[in-house]
């Protein structure tokens, strides 16, 4: 099977899972249908040959998909009924389309799908990148040494949602761990 | 959660906890040879601790590796990757692969040792994430366990 058919076949799979999340009223059901996007992401990644990223979005996805099924089961499965629906979809719709037409004028400004703009950068990194940093993985290369600024960034959004969490939950974390 | 889950869970778990954990492992420690690296390695470790609190409940899970444990390996292991990258500062480099310069020389490409400080900073992440991971599940069955109490 031609492999752009699996793909369009993953991305309306998405599309509906989405939808299906946002539309449902139990909240349990929409965390599972959030999770058929995270998944299917994962298998798109795979096809478009990035083994770093898709193991990462399978990972991620599935302890993401873990919390808020432990938070569900603590809390409540009974999603708040959506005021004025008809008119968020109307909205929404409205929306879609025009963001759609201005995309159709967008897209023509773009190049061609896997055609690489910054050819240099590319080829200095490939070419260069086991002599400079002596790791095979090119990804892994990338983002802790040539980018590896970007990376710190990325540790201190993570440090920053631990962080959050604890904040939130302080008042209470404290009191247990005294006990 | 405070008392963990079924026989069948806990059973799996048993079984099946020390290799996820090996495998973040893996993954943090091959991640300049490998697809992988730290984020996803760390995440790895983290949901074998998650899955350890979940199926056999807070208290079990705390005596293997406390909610504090949790906070300071987050911390510890920010900490780590930062002076990892000011330690190129010594000789003029910031957030670079100074192994090279420094030694001169890399391993063979293949070898596990060959990226300098890749290597290091891979497992700092991986620590760091672990920590993050685990202190915020933590964070939340501690609280809802407090709330069961009252």
């Known amino acids: ?89 109307i909205s929404s719709l409205a929306f879609l389309l025009v963001l759609l037409f201005t995309f159709e004028f967008g897209m023509f400004a773009l190049p061609e799908f896997g055609s690489m703009i910054s050819r240099d950068v590319s080829e200095y990194y490939i070419s260069h990148g086991v002599a400079d940093t002596g790791a095979i993985n090119l990804v892994a290369a990338v983002i802790l040494d040539y980018r590896a600024y970007d990376t710190l960034g990325e540790a201190i959004v993570l440090f920053a949602s631990a962080l959050g969490v604890a904040a939130v939950l302080r008042s209470k974390v404290k009191k247990g761990g005294e006990e | ?42 995440v790895i ?3 074998s601790i998650v899955l350890l609190i979940i199926a056999y409940g807070y208290d079990v ?25 000011l330690a190129g500062l010594a000789i003029g480099y910031l957030f670079t692969n100074y192994w090279k310069i420094w030694t001169l020389t890399f391993e063979e490409p293949a070898e596990w040792l060959s990226a300098g400080t890749i290597v290091v900073s891979n497992i700092a992440i991986g620590i760091k994430v672990l920590g993050a991971i685990a202190a915020m599940f933590f964070a939340l069955v501690v609280v809802t366990r407090l709330e069961e109490m009252e």
């Not at chain 2, 008392?3 to 099946?16: D, E, N, P, Q």
């Open chain 2, 1 to 42: 959660m405070k008392k963990g889950m079924s026989l069948i869970v806990r059973t799996i778990s048993r079984l099946i906890v020390a290799p996820i954990f090996l495998l973040g492992v893996y993954i943090v420690l091959h991640g300049h040879l490998t697809p992988g690296g730290g984020f996803p390695g760390g």
């Open chain 2, 45 to 47: 470790l983290g949901s």
């Open chain 1, 1 to 89: 099977m031609d492999i752009i058919i699996i793909e369009w076949l993953l991305l309306i799979l998405m599309a509906i899972g989405a939808i299906v999340a946002i539309e449902v009223r139990d909240l349990l059901s929409s965390v599972i249908a959030a999770g058929i996007v995270g998944f299917s992401l994962t298998v798109v990644y795979l096809m478009l040959q990035a083994p770093d990223i898709a193991i990462t979005q399978a990972v991620v996805e599935t302890i993401t998909l873990v919390m808020l099924v432990a938070v569900i089961a603590k809390t409540t499965r009974k999603g708040t009924p959506t005021p004025w629906a008809s008119v968020a979809v």
């Open chain 2, 61 to 85: 899970a705390t005596k293997k590796i406390s909610y504090n444990f949790t906070r300071i390996l987050d911390a510890f292991g920010a900490l780590f990757f930062i002076c990892v990258a």
